[in-house]
């Protein structure tokens, strides 16, 4: 059995800077919770460089300034196909609140990010987004898109748990990620319950393929 996990995540907070990274990290994430293209790439600036491993920058967040909207989603693309992501090697879209209908832009922005040699993360919060309406439909549309590298499903709420949440969202079954076309690498509070993770999800069918710690290190 693997002791170790193929992925070792890191959601490093833009506002509680001066918290460095696990060792043995691989992908690490500046996660400012704007779903604001412009407004993320500002708060994340000062973090940049101190990301290791795998960079990503997060758009998206669990709150009203995370929401997605057609229109932000369609500034992100523009923002990828400019530029704007330079230094990063992918974007990590944090999808929990915002519009219903929004899987054709989100494809497209995907498929944008691909094709400008970025990495695409997509996290939900637990199975699915808790504020989109149409959950289950967006859901479809992620576990089939080739474009996803890596999809990272919130085994948390609060984030101070002391053990996994594995509660679903609208609907959505955790045995539906069992056909994901992108690696299933949850974001749990720490690096310790991961083992409790893959046992559980195994026991769906599922097989995980690491994870992403929220705890900041001190």
């Given at each position: 059995?693997?002791?170790?996990?193929?992925?070792?995540?890191?959601?490093?907070?833009?506002?509680?800077?001066?918290?460095p990274?696990?060792?043995?990290?691989?992908?690490?994430i500046?996660?400012?919770?704007?779903?604001?293209?412009?407004?993320?790439?500002?708060?994340?600036?000062?973090?940049?460089?101190q990301l290791?491993?795998?960079?990503?920058?997060?758009?998206?967040g669990?709150?009203?300034n995370?929401?997605?909207?057609?229109?932000?989603?369609?500034?992100?693309?523009?923002?990828?196909?400019?530029?704007?992501?330079?230094?990063?090697?992918?974007?990590?879209?944090?999808?929990?609140?915002?519009?219903?209908?929004?899987?054709?832009?989100?494809?497209?922005?995907?498929?944008?990010?691909?094709t400008?040699?970025?990495?695409?993360?997509?996290?939900v919060?637990?199975?699915?987004?808790?504020?989109?309406?149409?959950?289950?439909?967006?859901?479809?549309?992620?576990?089939?898109?080739?474009?996803?590298?890596?999809?990272s499903?919130?085994?948390?709420?609060?984030?101070?748990?002391?053990?996994?949440?594995?509660?679903?969202?609208?609907?959505?079954?955790?045995?539906?990620?069992?056909?994901?076309?992108?690696?299933?690498?949850?974001?749990?509070v720490?690096?310790?319950?991961?083992?409790?993770?893959k046992?559980?999800?195994l026991?769906?069918?599922?097989?995980?393929?690491?994870?992403?710690?929220?705890?900041?290190?001190?």
């Amino acid at each position: 059995m693997k002791t170790e996990a193929e992925n070792r995540g890191y959601w490093y907070w833009t506002w509680d800077e001066g918290t460095p990274p696990p060792s043995k990290t691989t992908i690490s994430i500046a996660f400012s919770g704007y779903s604001d293209v412009l407004e993320a790439i500002e708060q994340s600036k000062h973090v940049k460089d101190q990301l290791v491993g795998t960079k990503y920058i997060a758009i998206g967040g669990g709150n009203a300034n995370g929401a997605f909207t057609k229109s932000k989603v369609e500034a992100l693309t523009r923002e990828i196909n400019t530029g704007a992501f330079t230094g990063y090697d992918g974007i990590a879209y944090d999808i929990e609140e915002g519009d219903p209908n929004l899987e054709e832009v989100f494809a497209e922005s995907f498929q944008a990010a691909r094709t400008n040699g970025l990495q695409v993360l997509v996290t939900v919060s637990h199975s699915a987004p808790y504020g989109i309406s149409d959950a289950a439909k967006l859901m479809t549309s992620f576990f089939t898109n080739e474009n996803i590298n890596i999809l990272s499903p919130q085994l948390y709420t609060s984030g101070n748990e002391n053990e996994n949440n594995y509660q679903t969202s609208h609907g959505v079954c955790w045995s539906e990620y069992k056909d994901c076309k992108a690696a299933v690498v949850p974001s749990i509070v720490e690096a310790s319950l991961y083992e409790s993770a893959k046992q559980y999800f195994l026991n769906d069918g599922v097989t995980l393929e690491g994870y992403i710690q929220w705890t900041q290190t001190s």
